[in-house]
């Protein structure tokens, strides 16, 4: 594993695939110009909107999203996450909540369907109940291992709140975790950095935090501040409340230096 700078894009995507795709593809620009090599993108990033017309449409969001993010990643050699689109489901009505990670050669690394579904009431007036258009995965999210990058673990924004999911990650080796998201403001002016922040401290790793932020659509209103957290806890990079990119280095030396100071990892008892 070498040195290298990460990037997390911030947008505001709405019920409009093209729109969303340019945009995505002015940020992931704006992220390799400074440098980055590894780029994420967040949860819903090429569709946000309604769920029957996320349905209508999931084919195409579905084929568009996968082309777009190969062809980025030729394009500027980098590796790129796309945070999470729909994926249809077959013999089903039902989408996986489908997060992508793909290599400079536009070749499928990595592949995970959320399996911690948002149905909330939340404070605020608005329900969201993800279960009734999208399927969970069943399967545990993989590990991606690579000499250049270091270790690439994949989950998608509600997941955060399961400590038991990251725990796996660490125990397959996870030395970076992404948590692409599209946290409600409500939630996210309490809960995300500090939950972001306790992914990266009690497993040591670093986590890079893509997110979508403002209105995306009717009352959906998203929390913003994409993160990028170092292992101790130490927010490296933040975007803010606007569309942008939050980019930061990971260093391999730091991972070691904090394992090294801090050796939770090591004693576990349970």
């Not at 013999?91 to 996986?96: A, L, N």
Request: aromatic residues 8%.
């Amino acid at each position: 594993m070498k040195s290298y700078l990460a990037a997390a894009i911030q947008m505001t995507s709405v019920p409009d695939l093209q729109k969303n795709l340019t945009q995505a593809e002015e940020f992931i620009d704006l992220a390799v110009r400074q440098g980055a090599e590894l780029v994420s993108l967040p949860e819903n990033f090429s569709f946000m909107g309604e769920e029957k017309d996320k349905l209508t449409q999931g084919e195409a969001i579905a084929f568009e999203s996968a082309k777009f993010l190969k062809t980025m990643a030729q394009r500027h050699q980098i590796t790129i996450l796309g945070g999470g689109f729909p994926v249809p489901v077959d013999g089903t009505s039902k989408v996986y909540n489908t997060a992508l990670l793909i290599n400079p050669n536009g070749e499928e690394l990595a592949r995970y369907h959320k399996a911690h579904l948002f149905d909330v009431n939340v404070p605020d007036g608005n329900t969201y109940q993800e279960s009734s258009t999208v399927m969970a995965g069943k399967a545990l999210p993989p590990v991606y291992f690579s000499d250049e990058l270091g270790n690439l673990g994949l989950s998608i924004c509600y997941d955060v709140r399961f400590p038991e999911l990251y725990r796996h990650l660490s125990d397959k080796g996870a030395d970076v975790v992404f948590i692409p998201a599209a946290f409600t403001a409500f939630t996210g002016k309490d809960h995300w950095q500090v939950l972001l922040q306790a992914r990266a401290i009690e497993n040591t790793c670093y986590v890079i935090a893509p997110a979508q932020t403002g209105t995306n659509y009717a009352r959906r209103q998203t929390h913003g501040h994409a993160m990028i957290i170092d292992p101790w806890g130490v927010i490296l990079a933040d975007a803010g409340d606007k569309p942008g990119v939050a980019i930061a280095e990971i260093k391999p030396s730091r991972i070691e230096q904090v394992r090294r100071q801090m050796p939770s990892l090591q004693h576990r008892v349970f």
